[in-house]
């Protein structure tokens, strides 16, 4: 059985011009120790099912269709306090921002050992231990001293191994990294997305890893979700869709990201931008920029179908099975 | 640019206008829209008040005294042609209400621009400029802070009492009384636009426009001033407010308009020597329009902060 | 090099951290300097690009600040075209300073958003007084706008109108309307989309060619860099620490930062590599360490690197700051192997 599994997830923001979906109809699921990929561009809605799975989305916004299921049982319509229970012991959050993710006026070990005493029944000491013990799995040096610095005392790289360490220390079955590695330096990046890794490996956690970068998605993720227009529009192992896409825009994204090694005179581009939430053409929200488009693109909506591992979301794709 | 454009662009302005956040935020605001329809009707009580009144209570030779005190006119002993009562000099209430509304929004509205001219100006100046200039102002701005406004304003008033000639001094009470208000309230003008105006400074459209060869004249004027003069409106509105209960409390305390030309808050203060000989009506209608004044401008001024908020949204 | 058009030598850049000075007399502290920009020389030649990279607090986008004239050089010289640059500010509408021009990183922080597009655009022109005639002017700003791939209506609308590729476009379009030889691109690309990252860097290629402008294009991202540059220069801690052609850089890193940087690119061709080794952080610049800014960090760390810092010397068809590969103690072999 899954981990987690969404189904049909639609979430949907009133405004002032009738309701606008920032996703629409998403489906995924995820296996222990698995790291998903969810991949796209600013406003694909990569977040927002982030946002919807750990139970935060922001008001007004609604799930409005679909279903949430971690380990069979049904997340999306509990309650606040109860979801708050479940945040941080069954599902854990890294977010981009190091800095913000921690509390500026409590030490380190303070924040760490709050955790880990809210969800396990574990005494002070022992809980201190178990933080001095996330803080060396993490890659802290001399974590029997640093326990007891302030986030500001950390560099930024350093920081985020902290916010690594509070997101797991529960010992949740998943985690949420939404951009993790996104506000620091390249040289750091590659530090912490080969710690994702070791930890996902070790503790058997599943990661649902949100991120704007090719990449880090091809160094890190197992299987990828592409996004568009609050779409899943490709979904499948990392090394099958990003060596052999078949979504066209897949296609078109990854060969317009430049590549070392690769001058070519002019780079593979997609025309066009993608289409504001509110203002998605019917059918196939990537026809207008789609250099495969038919008639049908048009007016109908391609549905997620394929295989066992590998799902598309294109009218080309149905006609000439794979 | 041609006619035919320029309307366009007008007509273009005002569809967007129409059509912006805060035209639908105002549609969907009962506070917004009561409090513009209350303060619509206050204006304009205050703009025609040579129509709308029954006589001119500055003037002695429309006063029959032999209808003095007399109650409103639904209360036994009322006469029609009072319609809110008279007061000892058989001033009519409604007209002198109508009146004195009218000099109380022009203290509010004239002290109002003169402390959002002088803060923009020194806001402006001191957040591009930075270094001795802003410090120099901000150093007034906390002096001036560290007293109460009252306080500030009874100076200036005791000062200009002074210096002009005691017959001038009926005359010479409006401007006064702006001066006095408008000097107390710029602060708050210059706080938020140097602030506003040191993150806009850093921003790379001005840094652009340095690049180009934009004077700092140019850059503040035409840049910056545009990009913050969205929170000034909100303290603006909410400041017509307190400029007006502040011209009422001068007046109140005796400092204010006279009482051959009384303003809200020289009938408060008027009406409220003859409450005890039970005449109430003198001060309580003058009173009245002052606080359904002061509350629609601060619900509308709430309203509006609310709104160019987007975080709040 | 045959026609430098920007020379840039011993460039200097510090920022006075100090408390202020009778908070300095009563607490007894010392003055304090961060050196953002600490001895810079490269030449670019005409019509060629040359890249800055680097991490953050390396100080390539103070260069491109100093090269504008948005902060003066505490020290050193800037030459552009035989005029020297290190002394004029920015804002004086003087004859060079028209020649250069500036696309910025943040599409929605570089146009008013009061302004329309049209106003945007024009601004140069009328400050500059290449197009002093409103109707002339306007007719300018309608050819850019086609010319950058937009239509000349959009001159009417607000900079909000537009999606983040397009408002690069509106800011290249500011950019060339003085027709500048030489534009300073500060991390470009770095705010978009990835498909819309390559529209940009194409419609950047295409100008230069149909142009011959000259670009000092800054970013730290070196999969771009590698696209669009002639010469790459790697920045640390205020230094240059290598400057070669962008084929050298890629195919023979000399310098153990470039090596490192190089490594640990994230590539969607190279899955799954293991990387979780003390590669360190970038030391705070306030306080970098003495010597060679990269010893800390580097794997031919040795005494002389700890406590002189290296000359920026040619090696081969590169310059290189290394004392290490001076030395020839970089075998890249013996490096893999420690990495």
């Known amino acids: 059985m899954a981990l987690l599994s969404v189904e049909n997830l639609t979430v949907a923001f009133p405004g002032r011009r009738g309701s606008v979906n920032a996703i629409e109809d998403v489906s995924l699921s995820i296996s222990p120790g698995e790291i998903l990929g969810m991949v796209g561009e600013s406003g694909a809605g990569k977040s927002m099912t982030g946002a919807a799975i750990i139970g935060l989305i922001e008001p007004p916004g609604r799930i409005v269709k679909g279903g949430i299921l971690l380990e069979g049982q049904r997340i999306d319509t509990l309650r606040p306090e109860e979801m708050r229970r479940i945040r941080g012991r069954r599902i854990g959050a890294i977010f981009q921002d190091p800095l913000t993710s921690l509390n500026p006026v409590l030490t380190v070990g303070e924040q760490l050992i709050e955790t880990i005493q809210t969800h396990l029944r574990l005494s002070k000491a022992e809980a201190r231990e178990r933080a001095i013990d996330w803080l060396r799995r993490v890659g802290i040096p001399a974590p029997e001293a640093r326990i007891d610095t302030y986030p500001h005392q950390y560099s930024g790289g350093m920081r985020q191994r902290v916010v690594i360490a509070l997101a797991l220390c529960a010992e949740p079955r998943l985690v949420i990294a939404d951009e993790p590695t996104t506000a620091l330096d390249v040289s750091v990046q590659a530090q912490i997305i080969a710690l994702l890794r070791k930890l996902a490996r070790e503790t058997g956690v599943a990661v649902i890893l949100v991120t704007h970068d090719m990449g880090v998605i091809a160094e890190t993720a197992d299987r990828v979700a592409v996004m568009y227009a609050g779409r899943i529009v490709e979904v499948g192992p990392v090394a099958e869709v990003l060596t052999a896409p078949r979504h066209p825009y897949t296609r078109g994204l990854m060969a317009s990201i430049p590549r070392i090694g690769a001058r070519p005179d002019v780079l593979p581009q997609i025309e066009g931008a993608m289409p504001r939430p509110d203002a998605r053409p019917g059918g196939c929200a990537f026809a207008p920029r789609c250099p495969h488009r038919m008639d049908i693109c048009g007016h109908t909506r391609p549905d997620l179908n394929g295989g066992a591992t590998l799902s598309v979301a294109c009218h080309l794709t149905e006609e000439v099975p794979a | 640019m041609t006619d035919t454009t320029q309307s366009r662009t007008t007509a273009s302005t005002l569809a967007r206008l129409l059509d912006s956040d805060i035209a639908w935020n105002f549609r969907h605001s009962w506070t917004a829209r009561i409090s513009s329809v209350l303060i619509l009707i206050l204006f304009a009580a205050a703009l025609f008040a040579p129509m709308l009144a029954t006589q001119n209570p500055y003037d002695i030779s429309q006063l029959l005294l032999l209808d003095s005190e007399l109650p409103p006119a639904w209360v036994e002993g009322g006469d029609p042609r009072y319609l809110l009562g008279t007061d000892e000099q058989a001033r009519d209430v409604y007209s002198s209400i109508l009146y004195g509304l009218r000099l109380s929004l022009i203290v509010g509205f004239a002290s109002v621009a003169l402390a959002a001219v002088v803060g923009i100006s020194l806001g402006l100046l001191g957040g591009f400029v930075g270094g001795m200039v802003d410090g120099a102002i901000m150093r007034v701005a906390d002096i001036l802070l560290s007293f109460p406004a009252i306080l500030v304003a009874l100076l200036v008033n005791g000062i200009a009492r002074g210096v002009l000639p005691p017959d001038r001094h009926a005359d010479a009470a409006i401007w006064v009384l702006i001066l006095a208000i408008g000097l107390t309230n710029w602060v708050q003008y210059a706080r938020t636009v140097r602030g506003s105006t040191m993150v806009e400074r850093q921003k790379e459209y001005v840094q652009a426009a340095r690049i180009n060869g934009v004077s700092g004249m140019g850059i503040m004027m035409n840049h910056i001033l545009p990009n913050v003069l969205g929170p000034v409106l909100v303290i603006a509105t909410i400041n017509l407010g307190m400029a007006v209960l502040t011209e009422a409390t001068l007046s109140f305390l005796g400092v204010g308009m006279p009482a051959t030309q009384p303003s809200l808050g020289t009938l408060i203060r008027i009406g409220n020597e003859y409450l005890f000989s039970g005449i109430w009506w003198v001060v309580i209608f003058p009173s009245v329009v002052l606080v359904a004044l002061v509350l629609a401008v601060n619900l509308l001024g709430d309203w509006l902060r609310d709104a160019l908020n987007p975080k709040l949204r | ?339």
């Open chain 3, 1 to 339: 090099m045959r026609d430098p058009i920007l020379t840039v030598s011993g460039l200097k850049k510090s920022f006075d951290l100090s408390q202020p000075f009778v908070t300095r007399l009563m607490k007894g502290g010392e003055r304090r300097y961060v050196h953002a920009v600490d001895g810079v020389d490269f030449s670019i030649e005409r019509g060629t690009t040359l890249s800055l990279v680097g991490e953050s607090g390396c100080g390539k986008s103070t260069v491109a600040k100093l090269l504008m004239g948005l902060t003066r050089p505490t020290g050193g010289s800037i030459r552009f075209d035989g005029h020297e640059l290190a002394g004029i500010r920015a804002g004086q509408p003087s004859v060079v300073r028209r020649r250069m021009q500036m696309i910025f990183q943040d599409p929605y922080a570089s146009l008013n958003p009061r302004w329309r597009v049209a106003r945007i655009i024009g601004e140069p022109m009328k400050s500059f007084a290449t197009h002093p005639d409103p109707v002339a002017r306007r007719k300018e700003v309608d050819r850019l706008l086609e010319f950058v791939g937009l239509s000349a209506a959009d001159g009417e609308k607000f900079p909000h109108e537009f999606s983040g590729g397009q408002r690069q476009r509106i800011s290249i379009a500011r950019a060339i309307s003085t027709k500048p030889e030489f534009l300073v691109c500060d991390e470009p690309t770095s705010a978009l989309d990835v498909s819309v990252q390559a529209q940009i860097l194409n419609l950047m290629r295409e100008l230069q060619k149909e142009l011959g402008l000259t670009y000092l294009f800054i970013s730290h991202d070196l999969a771009v860099v590698n696209y669009i540059s002639d010469q790459i220069g790697v920045m640390y801690l205020g230094r240059l620490v290598e400057l070669a052609s962008a084929e050298r850089i890629f195919s023979t890193p000399q310098h153990p930062y470039t090596r490192l940087l190089l490594e640990t690119v994230p590539d969607i061709t190279m899955a799954h590599r293991d990387m979780d080794r003390p590669a360190g952080e970038v030391p705070n610049p306030i306080t970098p360490p003495p010597g060679c800014h990269f010893n800390p960090r580097c794997p031919l760390v040795n005494d002389r690197c700890r406590a002189e810092a290296p000359a920026f010397r040619v090696h081969g068809d590169a310059q290189v700051r290394c004392h290490a590969v001076q030395e020839g103690r970089s075998d890249p072999k013996k490096l893999r192997k420690v990495g």
